[in-house]
Each structure stands twice: as structure tokens, then as C-alpha cells.
């Protein structure tokens, strides 16, 4: 059973998220998908699992985690390639199969029991530079702008739900799991899962796919530096200065990826 400060942590983690996603879904409507694509990419899922390993279990378990996330991660980027591509022929059809596609790889990941942080970091390296190619050479994505919209707190608060309960989720598989399970949970694309079905409903498909290639460049660029920064940085500066280090690492990057996906 479930203690009652790890209940406390998990509702934290929900209010967090469902505040994260809400924000950035009023943000991409209005501001157009560059904006919101970076800031949906940016850490966030990755970046509470790690923490609340960390406050749950110790720093070594939060460490251990991030062993095999940049390859995880670079797994739900590759999500986001092949949402871009299938969504062609429908929304459903699109995150279907991006879903399955993850869920395959991901468990292929879980079962091949890497431990080794150069090998699965030089892994995603490698995959994010084939899906960083394939969304500036080969994929023709829509140009989609945002529009102001007014939004009641019910209407805000109606489509964090659904993504609070993915990053609680996720959050709970990574406390409950080993620290492979961990690292893979901590990479779940529960933020990026959730803003494509939002976004979906409010600016249809085609803007869900324009808004891929931002949450891509702003993945690479920011979660998987967050990811290595708090695996060098938890064991020496420790939890709190070690979070703190890494989003001030992450904001440049951040703003870097912007430009980039301009």
C-alpha cells in the first residue's frame, strides 16, 4: 500500500502537472506552436520523477534512473516523429500507432537491462540526431499560427486533469519499479500525449502536427542536458541545488531550441 507521504507526493505531482499542461495549452493557442512546442518540451515529467525518486528513495535510486533515460527519452521523441508522420491519415490513427511504436520500444528497452550510461547515452545521441534530420530534411509539417481565446477556470481546469493523472502516473511507475523501470516511467510521454489531445480539440489536427517539431527541438536540447546534469550533479551539489542547477542549465537551451524550430 501506498504511504501516506508518497499519496501526498503523488497529488503533488498531479496538481503540478495539470497546471504545466493547462498553461501551455493557453500559451500554444495563443502564442502559435514554436512557442508552445518549447515550452511543452521543456523538463518536466522527467524532471518531477527524478525528484520525487530522490525525496522517496534516495539520491543513488534518482542517479540510477538517469542512467537510461536519454535513450528512454530519445524513444518519446521518436513518439513525436512518428505521430508527425501517421497523423496524416487521422488523429487517432496517428497517436495510436506513435503509442504502440513507444510501447514496443520502451519494453524492448526494460527487457535488454542496460546499465551502462555511455552506452545509452550515446544511443539517444544517436537516434535524436536521426530524428532531428528527419523533421528538418524530410517531414513538410504545416505552418500553424495561434489565435486569443478566452478560457474560464473550468475550461482550464477540465484539460489539466487528464494530464496531471499521466504525470502522477508516470511518477508512481518510477517509484513502485527498479531504476530501469524508473528511467524509462520518467520518460513517458504523458505531457506530450496529453497536449496533442488537448490541442487536438481546440486547433485540430493539423496544428498538432505543426506543434511536433518545437516539442522535439525542445526535448532534445533541454530534457536529455537536464537528464545528464542531475546524473553528475545530485551526488555532489545534492537534490535541491542539483534541480535548481539543472533548469538554469535548461532556461538557455530552451531558448536555443526556439530559435532553432523558428
Given amino acids: 500500500m501506498l504511504d501516506a507521504l508518497l499519496l501526498i507526493r503523488l497529488v503533488l505531482a498531479f496538481a503540478v502537472g495539470a497546471i504545466w499542461v493547462s498553461a501551455i495549452t493557453i500559451i500554444a493557442d495563443k502564442k502559435g506552436p514554436v512557442v508552445g512546442g518549447v515550452l511543452g518540451g521543456f523538463p518536466s515529467t522527467g524532471a518531477f520523477s527524478f525528484l520525487f525518486i530522490a525525496i522517496n528513495q534516495s539520491t543513488e535510486a534518482a542517479v540510477n534512473a538517469t542512467i537510461v533515460f536519454p535513450l528512454a527519452f530519445s524513444i518519446t521523441n521518436a513518439f513525436l516523429l512518428s505521430y508527425a508522420y501517421f497523423s496524416k491519415k487521422g488523429f487517432k490513427k496517428g497517436l495510436s500507432i506513435s503509442l504502440l511504436t513507444w510501447f514496443i520500444a520502451s519494453t524492448l528497452i526494460v527487457a535488454s537491462n542496460i546499465q551502462n550510461y555511455a552506452i545509452a547515452l550515446g544511443s539517444g545521441a544517436l537516434i535524436s540526431i536521426v530524428i532531428y534530420h528527419m523533421f528538418t530534411r524530410k517531414l513538410k509539417l504545416p505552418n500553424c499560427t495561434g489565435e486569443r481565446k478566452n478560457y474560464g477556470f473550468s475550461g482550464v481546469l477540465l484539460r489539466g486533469i487528464g494530464a496531471g493523472a499521466l504525470v502522477s502516473a508516470s511518477v508512481l511507475l518510477s517509484q513502485i519499479g527498479s531504476p530501469l523501470l524508473g528511467g524509462v ?34 526535448g532534445i536540447f533541454t530534457v536529455i542536458p537536464y537528464s545528464i546534469t542531475v546524473h553528475y550533479l545530485y551526488p555532489t551539489a545534492g537534490i535541491w541545488l542539483g534541480t535548481l542547477f539543472s533548469y538554469m542549465l535548461a532556461i538557455p537551451l530552451a531558448a536555443l531550441s526556439y530559435y532553432i524550430a523558428k
Fill in 185 to 218: 516511467a520518467a520518460a513517458l510521454p504523458a505531457v506530450f500525449t496529453s497536449t496533442l489531445i488537448i490541442l487536438n480539440k481546440l486547433k485540430g489536427t493539423e496544428f498538432t502536427r505543426s506543434i511536433t517539431k518545437p516539442l522535439v527541438f525542445s
